[in-house]
């Protein structure tokens, strides 16, 4: 009987002993899993990272790298070339092995080794950035409705700049050649410049926009090279204007005594007369210059064939006066109806910027008081203002009379 009894004690045990032996294995499996697991994210992240320092050693290697010198291509020589650097001198170069020498023609702009100034690359052409800016990428706000007593300056701007550009065929038809760039004179605050915005926003051509000054560089050649420049890119996005304010920078006479300066803005001129009237025809490219000092242009500047047409614009009369006070009261909120003739009348010898900032000071002055219109009052102590600041030499301002 004691044997009997423990069989079944034996039994128990054993099946106890494989229970816990599974709950066991259950649970080292369930870790095993999930080592695996973390081994995997492991492995990600330890490549991940490895691609991260990778990365970084060959940003590293970047920047200890010397910096190449850019160059322009002159001539071939055999396996050779001819190479001016940025700084102008000129080198006698070798040519890198994989680089396709069907490529290296003259005026092709090039990367230079800085030790062995060996060609390295060869670049794609780009323009000055100020020749990238002067191109006017959207139409000016100015219009014609915005100048007052501009009509015959109107026509005559009208004829020379849009007139070739609408209809060329009738100027072959009379076998003639049609101006090709038109001078706007006159004193400060009398219109030109928003003349020539409002040509720009009257056609729907190309509008390329700078002033003189920025054509004078610091050393040799450059001047002239984006002179160069700006002419290529008009060709390129013809039909173009081209517009230069105050040309009396770069255009005053030339002189026999006179400094390493001069002697630039006399080079970056001569390659703009060449430009203006030289072997590459400007076709529908067309030019308008303004200054308010032409007695200091030089002759080469303004014989025909350059410059056709010169547009004087003088100080206005009354009946100019009285059309650019139209044009600034137009929306103005006045009291009583003020008369602009005798605004005209009273504002003798007012530039179109100064009767501007007549309206301007008028209606700061209303404004100011907590008024919803202007009245006479205001404008006459405006006009004194303005006086004032042209006696005191403070010019008033001229936003959209340049």
């Known amino acids: 009987m004691a044997e009997a009894d423990d069989s079944p004690r034996g039994d128990d045990l054993s099946q106890d002993s494989l229970t816990q032996l599974r709950r066991e294995f259950k649970d080292l499996s369930s870790n095993a899993q999930q080592l695996l697991t973390e081994k995997l994210y492991l492995e990600n992240e330890c490549s991940r990272l490895k691609k991260r320092v990778n990365s970084l050693d060959e940003e590293i290697r970047s920047l200890r790298k010397p910096p190449f010198v850019v160059g322009h291509v002159q001539d071939r020589v055999d396996d050779k070339a001819v190479v001016r650097s940025s700084n102008g001198t000129v080198f006698l170069v070798t040519i890198n092995s994989r680089i396709d020498a069907e490529n290296i023609k003259p005026g092709a702009r090039v990367a230079l080794n800085q030790d062995s100034l060996s ?43 849009e007139l070739p550009l609408n209809r060329p065929e009738s100027f072959i038809e009379f076998g003639i050649t049609p101006p090709k760039g038109v001078l706007l004179t006159g004193p400060p605050g009398t219109g030109k410049t ?48 081209i517009f230069i304010d105050e040309i009396d920078s770069i255009g005053s006479k030339r002189l026999d005594v006179a400094t390493s300066g ?10 703009l007369l060449a430009e203006l009237d030289g072997f590459d025809a400007l076709d529908d490219v067309k030019i308008i210059a303004a200054t308010n000092r032409p007695e200091l242009l030089d002759p080469a500047l303004l014989r025909p064939g350059r410059f056709d047409r010169v547009i004087n614009i003088d100080l206005p009369n009354v009946e100019a006066r009285e059309s650019i006070f139209g044009v600034y009261c137009r929306n103005l909120p006045m009291k009583d109806n003020i008369d602009t003739r005798k605004l005209a009348i009273t504002s003798e010898g007012f530039s179109g910027a100064e009767i501007k900032s007549v309206v301007t000071e008028a209606a700061m002055t209303a404004i100011s008081e907590g008024r919803d219109s202007c009245q006479e009052d205001d404008f006459s102590s405006a006009m004194t203002k303005v006086r004032e600041k042209r006696e005191s030499g403070v010019e008033s301002p001229d936003e959209l009379y340049g």
């Open 262 to 271: 001069d002697r630039e803005v006399q080079r970056t001129l001569m390659q």
């Open 194 to 241: 928003v003349l020539a915005k409002a040509i720009a926003n009257s056609t729907d051509v190309t509008f390329l926009g700078l002033v003189g000054s920025e054509l004078a560089q610091k050393y040799i050649g450059e001047g002239g090279r984006i002179v160069r420049e700006l002419f290529d890119l008009a060709r390129e996005r013809s039909p173009a204007i």
């Open 119 to 161: 060609i390295i690359e060869v670049l794609n052409d780009s323009w000055d950035p100020i020749v990238t800016s002067a191109e006017i990428l959207e139409r000016p706000d100015s219009s014609f409705d915005d100048l007052g007593g501009l009509n015959a300056q109107i026509k005559e701007l009208r004829e020379s700049i």
